[in-house]
């Protein structure tokens, strides 16, 4: 036998031995990734904001709700988490990562009760395809903003026709556990499926973000009767999937793990002398900076000694700001108090502020 004979050969077994050995290893994280807590509702006291007194851990990811809420609407949130989160362990990673919870009302009471929404409050509304409402409590039983995703007690443990916590679950699941690349291909499949007269008088058509909150429903089989006029199937995913082929196939892929997106890790801000030199940084690159506000007051986030634009940072909320590596920040609340000087290290940085 020839030496190049030989040496294929080699390779060839290499080959068959890397393959069995990252095969086994995909199996025995798969076996180890399978192994659930049993999910438990938590009382915790004092309440978390004044105003979350049930709590549960699914996985790391939290599920909060006020006292009045029924334990079970918390379970079945969790047991819908994992569903969809089942195959997407990355995605999993960075909701954990930036922070990410489901908060739950009970029957009674309403979206600007939740301390993330309160200076909401008796406020004129308007929502995303431009409709103007007394209120957002008039317009929504649910809401996500930045890192939280809200809905109600009733529609969790009553709802037959419509699968809110999905619909508001999906839309972290997108913008905070998914990478720039894979929000791109949500975005041009929306297109595409617009550009084809899909989705046409539907929530579904109002941009991409409700594009992939709307299929994600269906493709965990709620809300059936939406198809009723389009497609003769009582099967939601069926019926998606003969409706928007292209859209069922990216969520399929999405949440089957075939895609996974990149991985985030938030590293802490470092905590600065007070009066640190705002001007020093690198501007060759830039980081992300996430400032968590535990506080119930308003906070602001200076860079270069001036506010930084969309730097406002609402009560009990996240701002999610592009700033350069390095780079000093200062944080104050509407009345000049100064809440310290951190600087921004790493890809991916994050501080909190308390009381």
Known sequence: MSRHLINILRYNILLVVLAVIFFNNAYAQSTTTTKKEKLKVIKVDPPVFGFYTNVLYCDSIVVRSSREVDNDALV???????????????????????????????????????????????KPFRDNIGALY??????????????????????????????????????????EGMDENIQKKIINQYRLSISKGLWKNLYAATDAKEYFAELSTYYFGANARAFSHLVDNESAPEALREYDEGGYNL??????????????????????????????????????L??????????FIYSNNTQTTGSEVSPYLHRTLTVWAMQIVMIKDEQGKVFGYYKAVGANCQLAISD
Do not use: W
């Open 76 to 122: 079945l949130a969790g047991m819908k988490i994992r569903t969809m989160l089942k195959f997407m362990p990355i995605v999993r990673h960075n909701l954990i990562q930036r922070g990410a919870e489901v908060h739950i009302i009970a029957r009674g009471q309403h979206i600007s009760d939740m301390p993330e929404f309160l200076e909401m409050k008796g």
């Open 134 to 175: 007394k209120s957002v409590d008039e317009r929504f039983q649910g809401l996500t903003k930045k890192v939280f995703a809200c809905c109600t007690e009733e529609n969790i443990l009553y709802g037959t026709t419509y699968d809110l916590c999905v619909h508001e679950f999906a839309h972290l699941v997108m913008l």
């Open 251 to 288: 969520l399929d892929s999405l949440y089957s793990g075939l895609l996974q997106p990149a991985i985030v890790n938030m590293q802490p801000a470092v905590k600065m002398a007070e009066n640190s030199n705002l001007y020093v940084y690198d501007n060759t690159r830039k980081t992300e």
């Open 290 to 299: 996430t400032v968590v506000n535990n506080t119930g007051k308003k906070l």
